[in-house]
């Protein structure tokens, strides 16, 4: 069956990085558009962003441009986040998705990693 398992959420500071992976199994990784999504408390899940199965096109939420960049390895199939400068309003729980569909759904998820940034 399809796994994803995140791992690298943590507290930071506001200002500071974390750098986010997936790691993927059960699934031909390369065939697949995958992408991260978040939800804080009291909050539905909201797109991040998402890379096409080359990595050659990516999307991003205008909260995070600039600052959250999605990456792939397709060898290792891992799908990462590098987030720089992080706001206290980027606190949440970091979904991976695999199979996405543009910013709206994906077709299996993680079981999440959590982000906290204090002010």
């Known amino acids: 069956q399809v796994q994803l398992v995140e791992s690298g959420g943590g507290l930071v500071q506001a200002g500071g990085s974390l750098r986010l992976s997936c790691a993927a199994s059960g699934l031909i990784f390369s065939s697949y558009t995958m992408g991260w999504f978040r939800q804080a408390p009291g909050k539905e899940r909201e797109f991040v962003t998402t890379?096409?199965?080359?990595?050659?096109?990516?999307s991003y939420a205008d909260s995070v441009k600039g600052r959250f960049t999605i990456s792939r390895d397709n060898a290792k199939n891992t799908l990462y986040l590098q987030m720089n400068s992080l706001k206290p309003e980027d606190t949440a729980v970091y979904y991976c998705g695999a199979a996405c569909r543009g910013a709206g759904t994906c077709g299996y998820w993680g079981q999440g990693t959590q982000v906290t940034v204090s002010s």
């Open positions: 890379i096409s199965w080359t990595g050659g096109t990516t």
